[in-house]
């Protein structure tokens, strides 16, 4: 199932599905999603929006686009990272001048890459490598066209602001999926891991992110005891601040990054996947929607019990119930929506 790469001591994951690396929360809501019949049609339709065909051509003349003759390097990581998540084809990328540290993948019907002189400048290449994983992996699960949605939503919220009913309604939904990209972000910190084969980089990347380039000046344990005093809090209002400071955020804080990755290594699942041990692609279908809910809620459950925060501690006995209700949710919707595509068929049969 998984076998070495030709030009490194790599493993390349055969056939994997995004399932093996990706958050409960983020797996449970894709797999809800994905579950509705014509879904993602219907999203990808929606996402003409957002005109991707005007936004290719922007980065293409107004960026360098990776190749043999442009960042060999970077393109060697993509071709990598794109062989050892076994995705079908190589996704372009562009090194985009700005001084802020960004990646991104964004379109639709063919995704692509770009990352910021600010972000290629700040890392080095093994880092370089783990930050075009977790693009890849974001390829692979499909984020891409959910996010280009999002940056559609945000746009048309902006215009449509003076009117508040409209703008309260579009405004809960980019609320929802930025705490699901948030998630996402958690996946793809894994996805990277899982291209890059290299924990140390991964975590001096995400050490970067909050620290800038002197990593001599920085120790990763003090940096995961920052998340641990972060996530204890203070009182109440430390807690409320907390929460409004995530408002129009699409990215977790990088010590919670950090400490999500570490705890991910530290249980074992980045082990079991390079011994090989991981959903394919082929039983996707098969995956039951109302397990990935409860997988979900169970990992919000767990995520409340080992916080320390004050507040959070008031909300763990409504968690209790939350995995199997929300699981009986979503077994009833794929349940409608799988009757109702029977019905289609006999009445076309």
């Not at 802020?100 to 370089?128: C, H, W, Y």
Request: charged residues 25%; proline residues 4%.
């Amino acid at each position: 199932m998984a076998t070495n790469s030709p030009d490194r001591t790599r493993i390349r994951f055969e056939n994997i599905s995004s399932r093996a690396y990706e958050h409960p929360a983020d797996r449970g809501a894709l797999v809800a999603l994905r579950s509705l019949r014509g879904f993602d049609d219907i999203f990808r339709q929606l996402s003409g929006l957002f005109n991707e065909r005007a936004l290719r051509l922007m980065f293409l003349s107004s960026a360098v686009r990776v190749n043999e003759q442009q960042f060999p390097e970077v393109h060697n990581y993509v071709r990598d990272a794109a062989y050892v998540l076994d995705l079908d084809e190589v996704p372009e990328l562009y090194i985009q001048m700005n001084p802020r540290p960004n990646a991104m993948a964004i379109g639709s019907k063919k995704p692509f890459m770009v990352m910021t002189t600010g972000l290629f400048d700040l890392l080095d290449p093994e880092e370089q490598r783990f930050v075009v994983g977790h693009e890849v992996g974001h390829i692979l699960s499909g984020h891409a066209v959910y996010r280009t949605m999002l940056l559609a939503l945000v746009r048309l919220a902006a215009r449509v602001a003076w009117i508040p009913l409209g703008y309260i309604g579009i405004r809960a939904i980019v609320t929802a999926l930025e705490e699901w990209y948030r998630k996402s972000e958690l996946s793809c910190d894994r996805a990277g891991l899982l291209a890059a084969q290299d924990p140390d980089a991964a975590k001096r990347a995400l050490m970067k992110l909050a620290g800038g380039s002197r990593l001599a000046e920085m120790n990763p344990d003090s940096f995961l005891e920052q998340a641990n005093e972060y996530d204890r809090g203070g009182d109440a209002r430390d807690s409320l601040i907390k929460m409004l400071s995530l408002v129009g955020q699409t990215h977790p804080f990088a010590v919670i990054r950090m400490a999500e990755l570490h705890r991910w290594i530290d249980g074992g699942d980045y082990q079991r996947i390079l011994n090989g041990d991981y959903p394919l692609r082929d039983t996707d279908k098969d995956a039951s929607v109302g397990q990935e809910a409860r997988n979900a809620a169970n990992s919000y459950r767990e995520s409340w019990e080992r916080s320390a925060d004050p507040l959070v501690g008031t909300l763990r006995n409504v968690a209790g119930s939350a995995a199997n209700a929300g699981g009986r949710l979503f077994d009833t919707v794929a349940e409608r929506w799988q009757n109702a595509g029977r019905r289609d068929n006999t009445s076309t049969g």
